[in-house]
């Protein structure tokens, strides 16, 4: 079923099928989805992923001119709600299970920080400086905070009685606000770092310090009352740009270098010093210049396992998915998997974890076997053996764009943000009985595959390539056809995967 409508004249959504996306699992309630980082979703659901509904954003006039509706904020998904902001200067709730508006926030400028939703308030930073708190359940203002910054991208936290952000030109500075402010609220502490900060502070839960990257290439850890801790300098060619966000655990702090930096930290979180580098170095030989727009994301941790994106997604290399295992004093490579990502920028999708999979945005190059396809694919693959397992797209009825935004989970709902101002929302489910007759059938097959590949009714390249038609149509070779013959659910998967080329032979 595809219905359209309208909201304001420019808010539309594209709900794909009748099936409720309950949320049954833990909120995620930040980026990353918890205060330390770790991007772990251990509820989580695995299968294939279905599209329930997909927003698309507007472009937005305001005085500077047209802003384009990309989202660059990686959702938080809290008590049903999807809380995302847009470079089309406003804040958006979406209801989780519909997409239906809740409610918009005109901020005034672009919001390319991801939301952090506590005790009923949304907190996002706006790029022009301003932080901003506003009551979850309506939108309405709660305190806001001019940090003095501009371009300010850094992703809130809750350290003690405080928010804590970052600024960057020409504040240049990690800070806090108490959390309960109102109106205009004054700045509790402020650490100047001498350069931008386009991390986002990371937070023990234990201790409440503060873990955040510089652009002047350290990580600094500060105590709840902004007070250093350390500072842990990488001393590397021309300099390391932390434009990742740390990860704690472990009792170590985790993050990705930038710049001239190609490795994978490992920090004793109490004093800073370098515990462990795992190498994702492209290729040595190359000149140094050759280094510059390395690909880096923010690295997620569930126990020992430890994954995280890094490479060029152009013609030096390809975007690249590694997994580590954290044997306490040395990290052991796991695995490394390529990612269908052609885009050239220093900024990519972090990883999120669930028990059995990894899954990440990316931006493929387009796809000749399917020219309708948006750009922008979920990318899941096996924890264990890093082996590709899913991919989808949003809508092919609407163009989708590269997935910078992180992935959301919470329970069987996979919510990201695209480049072209999708929002879309999956849900996971296992192969089956879907159209609930008794039988698993190749026209469960058919059912799914249309929603779950393609966004819309099977094209017939897919329908030949899974060799799935129902019994009153021909195949195309009026030979191969599965009909209506019972399989089972196994087989189903398999038959998806087959013809969005992860399986390589048929049931």
Not at 55 to 75: F, W
Not at 104 to 129: H, I, M, N, T
Not at 299 to 309: L, N, R
Not at 420 to 446: E, H, N, P
Request: hydrophobic letters at 40%; a negative charge.
């Amino acid at each position: 079923m595809v219905r359209y409508f309208q909201r304001n004249a420019r808010f539309a959504c594209v709900a794909f099928l009748v099936i409720a996306a309950q949320v049954h699992g833990a909120n995620w309630t930040q980026f990353r989805g918890s205060r330390a980082h770790t991007g772990a979703a251990r509820d989580a659901s695995d299968g294939i992923l279905l599209p329930i509904w997909t927003v698309q954003l507007p472009s937005i006039a305001t005085a500077n001119g047209l802003q384009p509706p990309a989202v660059n904020s990686s959702p938080a998904i809290v008590d049903g709600v999807v809380y995302v902001g847009s470079r089309n200067t406003h804040f958006y709730a979406l209801n989780a299970q519909t997409g239906a508006q809740v409610w918009e926030y005109a901020a005034l400028d672009a919001v390319q920080s991801s939301p952090l939703v506590k005790d009923g308030v949304v907190y996002f930073e706006a790029d022009r400086g301003v932080l901003t708190a506003l009551n979850a359940a309506d939108g309405s203002v709660v305190w806001t905070h001019a940090s003095g910054g501009m371009m300010d991208r850094s992703s809130p936290n809750i350290s003690g009685d405080n928010v804590v952000c970052a600024a960057a030109y020409p504040k240049m500075t990690i800070y806090a606000v108490p959390v309960g402010s109102s109106g205009t609220a004054p700045e509790a502490w402020s650490v100047n770092t001498g350069q931008f900060v386009y991390s986002s502070p990371a937070v023990d839960p234990a201790t409440q310090n503060v873990y955040c990257g510089s652009n002047n290439g350290a990580v600094y850890a500060l105590k709840p009352d902004g007070s250093a801790l350390w500072a842990a300098p990488f001393d590397t060619v021309d300099g390391s740009i932390f434009w990742a966000s740390p990860t704690v655990a472990n009792g170590k702090v985790y993050i990705s270098g930038g710049s001239y930096d190609f490795a994978l930290h490992a920090l004793d979180a109490g004093s800073g010093l370098r515990v462990w580098d795992a190498p994702m170095a492209p290729q040595p030989t190359l000149p140094l210049t050759s280094y510059r727009a390395i690909q880096v994301s923010s690295p997620a941790v569930d126990g020992d396992f430890v994954s995280v994106v890094g490479g060029y997604g152009d013609a030096r290399g390809p975007s690249t998915l590694y997994a580590f295992r954290d044997k306490g004093l040395t990290p052991e490579l796991l695995w490394s998997t390529a990612i269908p990502n052609s885009v050239n920028t220093d900024y990519v999708s972090s990883p999120a974890i669930t028990p059995a999979s990894v899954v990440v945005g990316c931006a493929a190059a387009a796809d000749p076997a399917h020219p309708t396809w948006p750009r922008g694919r979920v990318y899941v693959v096996d924890r264990v053996t890093g082996a590709a397992q899913w991919y989808a797209a949003g809508s092919a009825s609407v163009s989708g764009g590269p997935i910078l935004s992180s992935p959301a989970i919470s329970g069987d709902l996979v919510v990201v943000g695209d480049n072209s101002g999708l929002v879309t929302a999956y849900k996971t489910i296992r192969a089956g009985d879907v159209d609930g007759d008794g039988t698993v059938t190749v026209l469960d097959c058919v059912g799914l595959l249309g929603t779950s590949a393609n966004g819309g009714v099977p094209s017939a390249y897919q329908r030949y390539v899974a060799d799935v038609y129902p019994g009153n149509s021909v195949s195309p070779d009026a030979v191969r056809s599965f009909g209506d013959a019972k399989i089972t659910a196994g087989d189903a998967d398999r038959i998806l995967k087959y013809a969005i080329g992860l399986e390589t032979r048929l049931p």
